[in-house]
């Protein structure tokens, strides 16, 4: 009885911290701008990230030498926009409310990708740069 | 036995233990981050010896087990300690350290004569559900200070960007360790398959979240709390 009580105590706590600590993750990208670079080549120059964005942001962030030290963060918010994901998919039948939250939300992890792959581009720049100066 | 997978997150704990260590003296922060720079040490020793009595008794054994056990338990009441230490963060500008130290005894104190209730009860069979029960315990008692901690972080609209960051990911690690030991002891036979792996996850994420805290986010940086609280409009 004690660890049935313990076990579901446990997964509603554990949700509302892993859910707090992305959207703190995710707080600190979303006051930096992005570049006319990323938004060129990820195909938004034109419009705001979208919630749908994320997935071909983070296969574009892939493609870009790894800086070291985000990919527990990118990792985090990716585990984070699935369980958005399930999130809006129940909540479509259960409780429409739900529906423009779990949206800024994924919009929130797409801007995150975005920048993510920002510094990653601006970090493949910088090597170029190195190895030309180095051969010169 | 233990697969590549598991000496990854071994060798990956371990070093990433003792980053954070470097990463506390490399910002001079050792007196405001004491008890969380003596539990990461304590951290990495805990995985020297694991891997001595992996190596010298074999996964399976009985004094890997209870070492392992014993240990975690161990480790677990250093990070209530580390918990008290947020305590301390939070209230310094209330005047309640005095305070806080006295329920921290007091909370140190019951915990240890409640555990040793319950060991004078089962000395004569310390078995595995014993330890088991005992982690789940211990963890479930860091949950519930981690909350009351986020609460009053909540409460008193505390915009500290590092402090919330490590509160919250203590509070990820003490709710999914807590879970998975309550899951062991409804359905044991869960632990081999899938259960196993949650701790040693566990024990990665949490030196992995508190390095990149402190490597990222400096201490004048500041964050809304409101902005963290999931509401659906």
């Known amino acids: 009885m004690a660890a049935a009580l313990i076990c579901v105590i446990s997964v509603a706590v554990f949700l509302q911290f892993f859910v707090s600590y992305c959207r703190s993750v995710l707080a600190v990208s979303r006051k930096v701008e992005l570049s006319d670079r990323v938004r060129e080549v990820s195909g938004i120059a034109n419009r705001s990230v979208g919630a749908e964005d994320f997935s071909r942001l983070v296969q574009l962030v892939r493609l870009c030498p790894e800086q070291g030290d985000d990919e527990t963060e990118i990792?985090?918010?990716g585990a984070y926009y699935g369980l958005l994901r399930i999130i809006k998919y129940f909540s479509t039948f259960l409780i429409p409310g739900f529906g423009p939250w779990t949206e800024r939300e994924r919009r929130s992890c797409s801007h995150f990708a975005a920048?993510?792959?920002?510094?990653?581009?601006?970090?493949?720049?910088?090597?170029f740069t190195q190895q030309v100066a180095d051969r010169t | 036995m233990l697969g590549p997978f598991d000496y990854a997150l071994w060798i990956v704990g371990f070093l990433v233990e003792i980053g954070v260590v470097v990463c506390v003296f490399y910002r001079r922060d050792l007196l405001r981050y004491l008890p969380l720079t003596i539990y990461m040490l304590c951290a990495a020793f805990v995985n020297c010896g694991q891997y001595?009595?992996?190596?010298?008794?074999?996964?399976?054994?009985?004094?890997?087990?209870?070492?392992?056990?014993?240990?975690?338990?161990?480790?677990?009441?250093?990070?209530?300690?580390?918990?008290?230490?947020?305590?301390?963060?939070?209230?310094?500008?209330?005047?309640?350290?005095r305070y806080i130290r006295g329920a921290a005894v007091l909370l140190l104190l019951s915990t240890a004569l409640f555990s040793y209730v319950v060991v004078h009860e089962n000395r004569s069979h310390l078995t595995t559900h014993f330890v088991?029960?005992?982690?789940?315990?211990?963890?479930?008692?860091?949950?519930?200070l981690t909350y009351l901690l986020w609460g009053a972080i909540l409460k008193l609209?505390?915009?500290?960007?590092?402090?919330?960051?490590?509160?919250?990911?203590?509070?990820?690690?003490?709710?999914?360790?807590?879970c998975t030991y309550a899951l062991r002891n409804l359905f044991p036979v869960l632990q081999p398959a899938v259960l196993r792996w949650v701790p040693p996850i566990m024990g990665v994420w949490l030196p992995i979240a508190w390095a990149y805290t402190f490597a990222k986010v400096s201490e004048d940086s500041r964050l809304a709390t409101a902005r963290l609280v999931a509401r659906a409009r």
């Open chain 1, 75 to 77: 990792r985090a918010v």
């Open chain 1, 115 to 127: 920048v993510a792959l920002d510094r990653r581009i601006s970090y493949s720049r910088d090597l």
């Open chain 2, 52 to 97: 001595f009595y992996v190596q010298h008794f074999g996964f399976t054994s009985q004094q890997y087990f209870y070492y392992y056990y014993y240990t975690e338990s161990l480790l677990t009441i250093l990070l209530f300690w580390t918990i008290i230490q947020f305590y301390q963060q939070m209230f310094r500008e209330m005047n309640v350290t």
């Open chain 2, 132 to 144: 088991v029960e005992l982690g789940q315990n211990l963890h479930f008692v860091g949950m519930v």
């Open chain 2, 157 to 178: 609209r505390e915009t500290r960007t590092r402090l919330i960051q490590m509160v919250l990911a203590l509070g990820v690690y003490f709710s999914a360790t807590a």
